[in-house]
Structure formats: structure tokens, C-alpha cells
């Protein structure tokens, strides 16, 4: 059964900060997909990100950079210089070929970002 | 860019009352998707629907049903409301990945979701 695991509830940091937001997941399939979702306090679901299990390059967006590792079944998400609007909740979700187009989320990292 | 409209935004019931929530996806995409997002909690998967067709079923109680009609918008029925039905309601939608062999790896974008709370 798929399962997505982020230990990190909540996350403080200072602006300007890096900061890590660690994604753990588990499947049997050999084909998936990996997705981030952004979740401001309008509530909101903001897609940010989506790689497959075959593409294990890793990916810089501006201020973002996403960390695949197929040997440790990690998707990790880093924020450079973190700005106050960067907070907000941080979803990673899984999508298995043969569960149909059903995601799987993890329970979310509240980030905050103080100035 | 057009996005997942979801309407009403807010909904107050009581308590065994019925609600509707109604979903308009982006333009061209003919799978719809449906969540369920409790205080606190991640969004859960309650179904889905491919060209009008439920293509996968979740954690969606039989009080619930949902269908996609066709201009591909999906309504999410709420029968027999109870105090834990309060949750955001989020719509999803997206192309070709309805069927459960789907092999387009393309992502699904939410809607802004409908805050359903019942008393």
C-alpha cells in the first residue's frame, strides 16, 4: 500500500533561512509520481511540483529545489532564502500507476517563515 | 490561466440537512477528482470520474454521491449531514488520467475549495 510520511509537523524559521521540508514515501510500484502542493492560509491547494519515479534529476524552480533519491524513497523540498509569504502548509503527495490517478498525501509541515 | 472553480466557497448546514457542492474543471480536462480535508489533516480521496464515468471510488460514505455531467462539471451530494462532514471540500481536476491505466503523467490542479461546515 502507498504511504507518504512527513515527520516534520511544524517548521520555524527566520527570514532569509533555508530551510528542508523532508518527504518520505512508500510503494510497490515501480512506475509513480511525486507531487508538492502548497497550502497558504486561504486554504487553498497550489500545485508546486511533480516528478516521476523514472526521472530522478533533481530540479531548482527560483527559490525552490526538490532533492529525489530513489535509493532512500525521498522527495525532499528545499526553500532558499525563505520569505514570509513562503509560509504556509507543505504537502507531499504519491501517485501510483496502478492505484488508479488517486493521490496519497502526507500529513503536512506547517512552515512558518518570522521576520 | 483558468482553474478549478468550486462554488459555493462557504456552506453552513445543520445537522441531517442535505448539500451540494458543484465543481467546474479547467477547460479541455475530463477527469474530475474530489476530497475531503478535515481540521488539521490532509486532503483524502473520496472518488473520481474519467468522461462521466466514476473511475475510482475512496473513502466516500454512502451518504455521499457524486456524478459528472455532460460539460464535465461533477456535483458532490451530501445526504444526512453529520457534525464530522465539516471539513474543506477540495475538486481537482485534470487531462487523461481518469482511467486506472492511464499512462499520461500529468498533474491535477485544485479548485480553492468549499468550507462545509454543519451545526
Known amino acids: 500500500a502507498q504511504k507518504v510520511t512527513q515527520a516534520q509537523t511544524e517548521i520555524s524559521v527566520v527570514e532569509k533561512e533555508d530551510v528542508t521540508l523532508d518527504c518520505v514515501y512508500e510503494t510497490r510500484d515501480t512506475t509513480y509520481y511525486l507531487f508538492w502542493y502548497k497550502q497558504p492560509p486561504s486554504g487553498e491547494l497550489v500545485f508546486l511540483i511533480r516528478?516521476?519515479?523514472?526521472?530522478?534529476q533533481n530540479e531548482i524552480s527560483g527559490r525552490y529545489s526538490w532533492n529525489f533519491q530513489k535509493s532512500t524513497s525521498s522527495f525532499n523540498f528545499t526553500i532558499t532564502a525563505s520569505q514570509v509569504v513562503d509560509s504556509a502548509v507543505y504537502f507531499c503527495a504519491l501517485r501510483e500507476e496502478t492505484s488508479g490517478s488517486r493521490l496519497t498525501f502526507g500529513e503536512g509541515t506547517q512552515l512558518t517563515v518570522n521576520p | 490561466a483558468a482553474g478549478v472553480i468550486q462554488s459555493p466557497r462557504h456552506l453552513i448546514k445543520e445537522k441531517r440537512e442535505t448539500a451540494t457542492l458543484k465543481c467546474y474543471p479547467i477547460?479541455?480536462?475530463?477527469?474530475v477528482y474530489w476530497y475531503q480535508q478535515g481540521p488539521g489533516q490532509d486532503p483524502q480521496f473520496l472518488i473520481s470520474f474519467y468522461e462521466k464515468m466514476q473511475s475510482d471510488k475512496g473513502s466516500i460514505p454512502d451518504r455521499f454521491s457524486a456524478q459528472q455531467f455532460s460539460d464535465y462539471h461533477s456535483e458532490l451530494n451530501m445526504s444526512s449531514l453529520e457534525l464530522g462532514d465539516s471539513a474543506l471540500y477540495f475538486c481537482?481536476?485534470?487531462?487523461?488520467?481518469?482511467?486506472?491505466?492511464?499512462?499520461?503523467?500529468?498533474?491535477?490542479?485544485f479548485g480553492q475549495g468549499t468550507r462545509l461546515t454543519v451545526v
Open positions: 477547460p479541455r480536462h475530463d477527469t
Open positions: 481537482a481536476s485534470s487531462l487523461g488520467l481518469g482511467d486506472k491505466t492511464g499512462k499520461m503523467n500529468t498533474e491535477a490542479f
Open positions: 516528478r516521476n519515479s523514472f526521472d530522478e
